[in-house]
Structure formats: C-alpha cells, structure tokens
C-alpha cells in the first residue's frame, strides 16, 4: 500500500493518468493526496473532476484559488472566463454533484499515517499545523451555510488584509484565510502578505525585500516532529524549495512543464511531460 501527493492538475486528465500508471496507483490499496486547482486553464476538467469524485474514498482534494472561482461563477458572483475553460463544466449533466462535492472539500487535509497535510498555497509562518487545520474547519462551514457562502464568494477578490490578526471576524477573517491558502506566495519581513509580485522570480523578489512564505518556518517543528507540508500553486518555483519539511509539487503542468507525483514512503519524485496546453507567459 502506497501513498502519493501529485500537484496542481488544471484539468490535464491525460497527463494525470499516464501519471498514475507510471506511479502503478492502485485505487484498491493507495492514497492519493491533490494540492488542488483541479481545474481551470486545462482541456480536460469533466473527465478531470469526474475521476477524483469516482475514486474519492482513496483521492484525497483540497481547494485551489481556481476550484474557489468556479464555485463564484456558479453562484453568479463572477463571471466565466472563456480561458478558464469552465463550460464544460457548467454544461455537466451532474453540475449539483460536482458543486456539493467542491463546497465540502477542505484547505487543508491532514494524513497522520505518513506525517503530512496537503493545502494549496501554504500556510501563514504565524500559523502552526493545529491552527491551519481549525482556520480550515472555519472556512468550511462559512461555505456549508449558504449565505455566508454567498458572502464569501462575492468579496473574496480582494488584496485585504495584508497581516493577520486573530481578532479578525467576518468577511475579512474569512478573506485572509482564504489569500493564505489559496493565493500566497511572498510574505515582507514582518510577514505581510504581498498581493502584487507573483510572476517575479525569487531573485527579483528579495530585492523587493519579499520572501517565500516557506523561509519562515519554524512553527511546523512545533505540531510535530517530521510533519511535512505538502503544497502546489506556485509553478514558478519548478517545485524548488530548499526545507527538509516542505515539498513543493507544482510543476507546471497546464503551462507546459509537467505533472509531478511525490511518493510519502520515499520522497522519490516521479513526472510525465506536459502535452503542452498554454504558453508560460498565460500564468497567473
């Protein structure tokens, strides 16, 4: 029995699959564990989501910034970008089902047997394991309540607030929860968030005095020893981060990288090449 975490999907299918018979992923005996953005941008998001529902007792999902504006557009709080390629989707005979099962999967998903968790983005360096998991559970019942989940969708898209405060309550509680495990990527020295440099490279960046959010580390020690942080979102990073704890997954697939799986027992890192879908310079 094996367990892999695989990154960012965007709706590649084929890629996944040829993927999951390279890693020989047995849905009767292995876990499979997605750092999110199943979907947007990508060809295949049907046949992409459909799959992961199928096999949801052994695939494991959390939500990405690109699963949380196709839940806004089928709310009517944003509108659908042809780029996007979400009419497939939104013409699906089982739209409900895959709409339910979007609105109940976390920001954060935990697998205790191998020492890890799974989110999109990451986690804020102020916030250890316990508190992510417990800011997650927080978010998932603002989108069980349907209007609060209203409320959430329509004012998400905002570059507020930049530090965190655990005093926060409402929308921009709920907002900065949200920036942080779907959208960030550099933190300031004092750890604000940075909402406007996401296509810069690390260099440029730190010259901006903007860093990783994952160079500020220390409360993972805190939770557990040896817990990992498994995390997808930044394709830039070619899944580059230099902290024993941390695994960056995110290839680039849907850019024309490729897809890549990490296998829990090992750590060995198994990729299949992108059929190329989108120029590297569509990136957001």
């Known amino acids: 029995m094996s367990t892999f ?9 084929d890629e996944f ?3 999951l018979e390279k890693i020989s992923f047995d849905e009767h005996k292995d876990s499979l564990y997605l750092t999110g953005d199943l979907i947007g941008r990508g060809p295949r998001p049907l046949e992409t989501v459909n799959f992961v529902m199928k096999y949801q007792d052994c695939i494991h999902t959390v939500l990405g910034n690109h699963d949380l504006n196709f839940l806004a557009v089928l709310s009517n709080e944003r509108k659908a970008r042809p780029k ?10 089982n739209l409900s089902e895959i709409e339910n099962f979007l609105l109940t999967r ?3 998903k935990f697998c205790k047997e191998k020492n890890f968790a799974v989110c999109h983005a990451g986690i804020h360096p102020l916030w250890d394991l316990r508190t992510a998991k417990k800011l997650s559970k927080e978010i998932s019942a603002v989108l069980a309540n349907p209007l609060q989940r209203c409320l959430l969708l329509r004012n998400m898209y905002r570059d507020n607030p930049f530090v965190w405060n655990d005093n926060y309550r409402g929308m921009v509680r709920w907002r900065y929860i949200v920036n942080v495990f779907t959208r960030m ?3 300031t020295e004092n750890l604000a968030l940075d909402y406007g440099h996401s296509s810069a490279s ?24 040896n817990y990992k942080l498994i995390f997808g979102h930044w394709a830039a990073l070619n899944a580059k981060c230099q902290h024993e704890n941390i695994v960056a997954l995110d290839t680039g697939c849907v850019w024309g990288g490729k897809l890549t799986a990490w296998n829990a027992q090992d750590g060995k890192r198994t990729s299949v090449p992108s059929a190329g879908h ?7």
């Not at 975490?5 to 299918?13: F, M, P, S, T, V």
């Not at 690390?202 to 020893?225: C, G, N, S, T």
């Open 278 to 284: 989108l120029q590297p310079s569509a990136k957001i």
């Open 84 to 93: 996007d390629n979400l009419e497939p989707l939104l013409n699906a005979e």
């Open 106 to 108: 976390p920001l954060i």
């Open 185 to 187: 990527r550099l933190v």
């Open 202 to 225: 690390l260099e440029e960046a730190r010259e901006e005095k903007l860093y990783p959010w994952f160079d500020f580390v220390p409360p993972l020690q805190r939770h557990r020893k």
């Open 5 to 13: 975490c695989i990154g960012d999907l965007h709706g590649c299918y």
């Open 17 to 19: 699959m040829q993927l």
